[in-house]
């Protein structure tokens, strides 16, 4: 496995009190100078800079975060702002932004904002009304922002230099490698995902040869999802990080609010199609596992990720078997009732047995291009997968079917060793399944899982 890390140069040129007190008195100047020329509210971005370097690549890092979070809460407010002042300046990064909403509404955002990332009590917003008056947390009934290093108000330990100026520095490297990591985590996830999508051809899924047995998705449509649920796996990261402390059985009820959120942003980016939701399922597993094994020092490859998860969702069939009898049914309730099925359950209750049967199997396959391998662990999973999926489309006649299917391909070493016949043979597969409306979406989201794995 990769070591995924990064840590942060903290060189740079030392900067003089007087330039720090010039530098202080030109953003003030420049403030009153927007706030003349527009009277509209007024954002200033500055970092919490110790030490007398004030520009390194730890602190270019922070400020391109901070940029960041500043875009996509714009975006969520459906604002632009009417200038941006961006200045990565010797004396300190520092951003101005003129926006056309309420103060206040702003003030709120930008505290929420302050406290939606490691990072972000290294992240100074001032938020200053259209008659130059500055909003305090204070008037949000919000206390003082604390201290990075303990629980005391942050201005009283920078008032008695609490903390030497290296620890200091050091929390702040570790909170941005934290960030790092779990930007790299979500990267290997959203491109798995779209290797899946790409994989081609594959039995009535959607790839870059047809839309299979979907009429309202396309590879496009996979795109756009995959692209949504990015932030929200490096999200499901820093959750596992966060309660790496947490008893492990409370750790699958903490993150499904974050899963349902993930659910959300899925269906607005696809127009209410459903195109991951498994794998937002055995992805933010996955990432949560990784985080936490992190934050606990501990190896991040596969076996202890899938133990992991197993651990992290013991007896979460039994849900299935103790279903309130006054709630709806789902598709996963009613196939665990009629046929014994625990689909996505039980596979991530199994810590992903199949997968990682899938990973060994393919050690003797490597002779293979990546395509080839992907293919022939897409028929390993449709042979052996209780895809769910299937079922609610084709029933389990449907199912044997996709089995029996796999299994004539896998055994038949002349189409199975030659990428061209097995390419043509899944090609005719694909045919048969489109003509019985069957997709294997369980084994495709297995596919995924794969790829993140070999990449990881």
Same mark, same amino acid.
């Given at each position: 496995m990769q070591k995924i890390s990064k840590t942060f140069s903290t060189e740079g040129v030392d900067i003089s009190l007087e330039a720090l007190l010039q530098a202080r008195e030109d953003r003030a100047f420049l403030q009153q100078q927007l706030l003349a020329k527009y009277q509209k509210t007024l954002l200033s971005?500055?970092?919490?800079?110790?030490?007398?370097?004030?520009?390194?690549?730890?602190?270019?890092?922070?400020?391109?975060?901070?940029?960041?979070?500043?875009?996509?809460?714009?975006?969520?407010?459906?604002?632009?702002?009417?200038?941006?002042?961006?200045?990565? #300046?010797?004396?300190?990064?520092?951003?101005?932004?003129?926006? $056309?909403?309420?103060?206040?509404?702003?003030?709120?955002?930008?505290?929420?904002?302050?406290?939606?990332?490691?990072?972000?009590?290294?992240?100074?917003?001032?938020?200053?009304?259209?008659?130059?008056?500055?909003?305090?947390?204070?008037?949000?009934?919000?206390?003082?922002?604390?201290?990075?290093?303990c629980e005391q108000e942050a201005k009283v330990c920078a008032r008695h230099r609490t903390h030497a100026i290296d620890e200091i520095l050091a929390e702040m490297q570790n909170r941005a490698q934290a960030v790092y990591f779990a930007e790299r985590i979500a990267e290997l996830a959203y491109k798995a995902l779209l290797k899946e999508v790409y994989l081609s051809p594959k039995p009535g899924l959607v790839d870059l040869e047809n839309n299979g047995s979907h009429q309202d998705m396309t590879v496009q449509t996979f795109e756009q999802s995959a692209e949504a649920l990015r932030p929200y796996f490096m999200q499901f990261v820093l959750k596992g990080m966060a309660t790496y402390k947490a008893d492990i059985s409370q750790i699958l009820s903490q993150i499904r609010p974050l899963g349902m959120l993930a659910e959300k942003a899925m269906y607005q980016a696809t127009q209410n199609v459903n195109t991951h939701k498994g794998a937002i399922f055995a992805f933010g597993l996955v990432c949560t596992a990784i985080g936490r094994l992190y934050a606990q020092n501990k190896p991040y490859d596969v076996t202890a990720i899938c133990h992991l998860v197993a651990e992290m969702t013991q007896g979460i069939c039994d849900e299935l078997k103790h279903y309130p009898k006054d709630q709806p049914l789902?598709?996963?309730?009613?196939?665990? %009732?009629?046929?014994?099925?625990?689909?996505?359950?039980?596979?991530?209750?199994?810590?992903?047995?199949?997968?990682?049967?899938?990973?060994?199997?393919?050690?003797?396959? %490597?002779?293979?291009?990546?395509?080839?391998?992907?293919?022939?662990? #897409?028929?390993?999973?449709?042979?052996?997968?209780?895809?769910?999926?299937?079922?609610?489309?084709?029933?389990?006649?449907?199912?044997?079917?996709?089995?029996?299917?796999?299994?004539?391909?896998?055994?038949?070493?002349?189409? #199975?060793?030659?990428?061209?016949?097995?390419?043509?043979?899944?090609?005719?597969?694909?045919?048969?399944?489109?003509?019985?409306?069957?997709?294997?979406?369980?084994?495709?989201?297995?596919? $995924?899982?794969?790829?993140?794995?070999?990449?990881?």
């Open positions: 971005f500055t970092l919490t800079a110790v030490g007398s370097v004030k520009k390194n690549e730890l602190y270019d890092y922070l400020f391109a975060k901070g940029l960041e979070n500043l875009t996509a809460c714009f975006n969520h407010l459906n604002i632009k702002p009417i200038e941006a002042l961006i200045r990565p #300046l010797e004396t300190g990064h520092e951003a101005l932004f003129v926006l $056309a909403i309420e103060a206040a509404t702003l003030k709120s955002e930008m505290i929420a904002l302050e406290d939606s990332s490691p990072l972000s009590r290294l992240w100074d917003f001032d938020v200053i009304d259209k008659n130059g008056k500055l909003l305090s947390r204070a008037k949000f009934d919000f206390p003082p922002r604390s201290c990075l290093l789902t598709a996963g309730v009613r196939f665990y %009732q009629q046929y014994g099925l625990t689909g996505a359950r039980g596979e991530a209750e199994s810590g992903f047995t199949l997968v990682q049967q899938a990973l060994a199997m393919l050690q003797s396959h %490597q002779d293979k291009s990546f395509e080839h391998q992907l293919q022939i662990a #897409l028929l390993f999973f449709m042979q052996h997968n209780q895809d769910t999926n299937v079922v609610n489309r084709a029933g389990m006649s449907g199912l044997s079917f996709v089995q029996t299917e796999a299994v004539k391909r896998l055994e038949n070493k002349e189409i #199975l060793q030659n990428a061209t016949a097995l390419t043509q043979s899944l090609r005719e597969l694909d045919q048969a399944c489109v003509k019985q409306n069957i997709s294997c979406g369980g084994s495709a989201d297995l596919v $995924a899982l794969t790829v993140f794995f070999l990449s990881l």
